[in-house]
């Protein structure tokens, strides 16, 4: 199994200085010993090394290996200097787990509600763009991949995005025939059902001609960029993250003064972040909309989880909740007037638990606004 090249790491990660567990945001809210990263890493070295019956333990191990954002802030320094992947070593220990179903109910749900519906959250397929201002075309060079999340739950920002693309006369179109990306079924240990996804988006993509493919979700833009690849599905077009291709979009726009004296903190997604590397172009969006950037003091590759990755916002929202309101804190610590962020899970976290304390908004929703005050000639302005 896939698992057991995945064992000496674990074991090495158990057996170290175990600083990891002072940042791990589900040991910061769930204070049991199982939930720390070296000892869900134990739990996977015992499983891999067959120390343990699978048969008579697996639901009770199986338990503690899906309390996990799957983050990687544990695995970064100083917090670990033996360079171990934990979201990786959990994601194999998970996907041998669901093999045998030895895994939550909920969880297994989630699969069966995705392959029927193409959706994890058991929306009509047919439905996918019925909340938003769609734009198809048959010769367009640039493709906007929505996402499961953005097309159902939040389409706000996918109609930000569309309106921003057609002001800024972009050649885009939408995907007909787009489905989940399968990023929530490989952190979950469904790859195969992820992988059928994967095929289908990039044949319904590669069919349409276009050459780059922008994303305003980081689970989708991580699943193209880099599981695809992982799980030997070949990407033969450019993908972007939303941000990275607007900062050079408006490059000779002039936005600098629309937003002066109105500070935002930025909050660093963990797939778009420390996963991908991208931490630069969203905040550079922001300063050239004119707002003032200041800083929470865990950011950018030390930026702490909003609590719903690894699909723990569909195992227990309860600790999902409770680790967004510790990262709630400090952006309010900040005294910023907006908590930005550039991804839908991220925003819907924080958006539940705001209560009015600060405004919570996705970075394309800034740039519509900054670009209807920019723009006040009503032949130009966005609707």
Same mark, same amino acid.
């Given at each position: /199994?896939?698992?057991?090249?995945?064992?000496? @790491?674990?074991?090495?990660?158990?057996?170290?200085? #175990?600083?990891? #567990?002072? +940042?791990?945001?589900?040991? %910061?809210?769930?204070? =049991?010993?199982?939930?720390?990263?070296?000892?869900?890493?134990?739990? +996977?070295?015992?499983?891999?090394?067959?120390?343990?019956?699978?048969?008579?333990?697996?639901?009770?191990?199986?338990?503690?290996?899906?309390?996990?954002?799957?983050?990687?802030?544990?695995?970064?320094?100083?917090?670990?200097?033996?360079?171990?992947? /934990?979201?990786?070593?959990?994601?194999?220990?998970?996907?041998?787990?669901?093999?045998?179903?030895?895994?939550?109910?909920?969880?297994?749900? $989630?699969?069966?509600?995705?392959?029927?519906?193409?959706?994890?959250?058991?929306?009509?397929?047919?439905? =996918?763009?019925?909340?938003?201002?769609?734009?198809?075309?048959?010769?367009?060079? $640039?493709?906007?991949?929505?996402?499961?999340?953005?097309?159902?739950?939040?389409?706000?920002?996918?109609?930000?995005? &569309?309106? &921003?693309?057609?002001?800024?006369? &972009?050649?885009?179109?939408?995907?007909?025939?787009?489905?989940?990306?399968?990023? !929530?079924?490989? =952190?979950?240990?469904?790859?195969?059902?992820?992988?059928?996804?994967?095929?289908?988006? $990039?044949?319904?993509?590669?069919? /349409?001609? +276009?050459?780059?493919?922008?994303?305003?979700? !980081?689970?989708?833009? =991580?699943?193209?960029?880099?599981?695809? !690849?992982?799980?030997?599905?070949?990407?033969?077009?450019?993908?972007?993250?939303?941000?990275?291709?607007?900062?050079? @979009?408006?490059?000779?726009?002039?936005?600098?003064?629309?937003?002066?004296?109105?500070?935002?903190?930025?909050?660093?997604?963990?797939?778009?972040?420390?996963?991908?590397?991208?931490?630069?172009?969203?905040? *550079?969006?922001?300063?050239?909309?004119?707002?003032?950037?200041?800083? /929470? %003091?865990?950011?950018?590759?030390? %930026?702490?989880?909003?609590?719903?990755?690894?699909?723990?916002?569909?195992?227990?929202?309860?600790?999902?909740?409770?680790?967004?309101?510790?990262?709630?804190?400090?952006?309010?610590?900040?005294?910023?007037?907006?908590?930005?962020?550039?991804?839908?899970?991220?925003?819907?976290?924080?958006?539940?638990?705001?209560?009015?304390? &600060?405004?919570?908004?996705?970075?394309?929703?800034?740039?519509?606004?900054?670009?209807? *005050?920019?723009?006040?000639?009503?032949?130009?302005?966005? +609707?």
């Amino acid at each position: /199994m896939k698992l057991e090249k995945y064992s000496k @790491q674990a074991l090495k990660c158990a057996l170290c200085l #175990k600083m990891c #567990k002072f +940042v791990c945001p589900v040991a %910061s809210v769930v204070r =049991r010993e199982p939930v720390y990263p070296p000892n869900k890493a134990l739990i +996977v070295h015992l499983i891999a090394s067959k120390l343990v019956d699978i048969n008579e333990e697996g639901d009770v191990l199986a338990k503690y290996l899906y309390l996990c954002t799957t983050c990687g802030l544990c695995s970064t320094e100083p917090w670990c200097g033996l360079k171990i992947s /934990m979201p990786e070593i959990i994601e194999s220990a998970r996907t041998y787990l669901a093999s045998l179903n030895k895994v939550p109910e909920n969880v297994l749900e $989630v699969e069966k509600t995705a392959r029927k519906n193409y959706n994890p959250y058991g929306e009509p397929n047919t439905q =996918r763009f019925s909340h938003l201002n769609a734009r198809f075309s048959d010769n367009a060079d $640039v493709a906007y991949f929505i996402g499961c999340t953005s097309a159902y739950r939040r389409t706000e920002i996918a109609n930000a995005t &569309i309106n &921003i693309l057609k002001t800024l006369n &972009i050649d885009f179109t939408l995907i007909k025939e787009e489905r989940c990306c399968g990023s !929530p079924l490989l =952190r979950l240990g469904f790859p195969e059902t992820a992988k059928e996804f994967a095929q289908h988006n $990039v044949s319904a993509i590669e069919s /349409m001609g +276009v050459s780059k493919v922008v994303f305003t979700c !980081p689970g989708c833009y =991580r699943a193209f960029k880099k599981d695809y !690849p992982e799980i030997d599905v070949d990407v033969p077009f450019e993908v972007y993250h939303i941000s990275e291709f607007l900062v050079e @979009q408006i490059d000779e726009k002039d936005l600098t003064q629309v937003n002066h004296e109105i500070t935002v903190t930025y909050h660093d997604p963990c797939h778009l972040g420390r996963h991908l590397g991208i931490f630069d172009p969203p905040r *550079k969006l922001l300063e050239k909309m004119g707002y003032k950037i200041k800083e /929470m %003091s865990w950011n950018k590759e030390s %930026s702490k989880c909003c609590g719903a990755g690894g699909g723990l916002l569909h195992i227990n929202k309860e600790i999902s909740k409770d680790i967004a309101r510790k990262r709630l804190e400090e952006a309010l610590e900040t005294e910023a007037k907006i908590l930005a962020t550039s991804c839908p899970f991220c925003k819907t976290q924080f958006d539940n638990i705001a209560n009015g304390k &600060i405004m919570v908004k996705d970075i394309t929703e800034l740039l519509l606004e900054t670009l209807n *005050k920019t723009f006040t000639n009503e032949s130009t302005k966005i +609707v």
